[in-house]
């Protein structure tokens, strides 16, 4: 039988310009009866991603839980743990299995931050990759600027290579 119930959960109850940093989470359970413990165990496990969220960030949480099979079989893999959390823009999701409920539940909350670290990283970097490319623009005259990007008004950076320094002039 599945249900859900929904906790808003606060992040350290940090206010941030105003804001109350905050994640709803809403856990449901297939062919599984879930328990307070339970629930309160998964809250505090996603307790601490707070730091992978930016400040004014409104996190949405799914988290189910559920058996794969109604009877225990040796050496499989009976628990599944699987949460979808939507960010404004993207959405990452992760899933874990295990001989356990809150191993599951464990496993699930490694796998979700190791996509949020790498969710962080790819938008640094392409943060920084556009930074360069706005300094290699900008080094020159606008009057050298091609026609087209003034025209477009800046939108057509990803069109311009990046300038290399000739080797004599490169340090190391």
Do not use: C
């Not at 039988?1 to 606060?10: D, E, Q």
């Not at 996603?46 to 949405?60: A, H, K, W, Y």
Request: hydrophobic letters at 40%; zero cysteines; proline letters at 5%.
């Amino acid at each position: 039988m599945a249900y859900a119930t929904t906790v808003n959960v606060p992040l350290r109850d940090v206010h941030v310009f105003g804001i109350i940093k905050a994640m709803r989470i809403t856990f449901k359970g297939t062919n599984l009866t879930l328990t307070p413990a339970i629930e309160a165990y998964a809250e505090s496990k996603f307790q601490g991603l707070d730091r992978f969220f930016e400040t004014q960030e409104e996190v949405e949480v799914r988290l189910e839980l559920g058996r794969t099979s109604r009877h225990h079989k040796q050496g499989e893999d009976v628990y599944r743990a699987e949460v979808n959390l939507e960010l404004p823009g993207r959405m990452i999701r992760a899933e874990a299995s295990a001989l356990d409920l809150y191993a599951a539940i464990d496993l699930v909350k490694d796998e979700l931050k190791r996509e949020l670290s790498k969710d962080r990283e790819r938008r640094g970097t392409l943060y920084r990759k556009g930074a360069r490319a706005m300094k290699a623009i900008f080094r020159y005259s606008p009057l050298a600027w091609p026609g087209w990007l003034i025209r477009s008004g800046l939108k057509g950076i990803r069109k311009l290579p990046i300038p290399r320094l000739p080797r004599r002039f490169r340090r190391g």
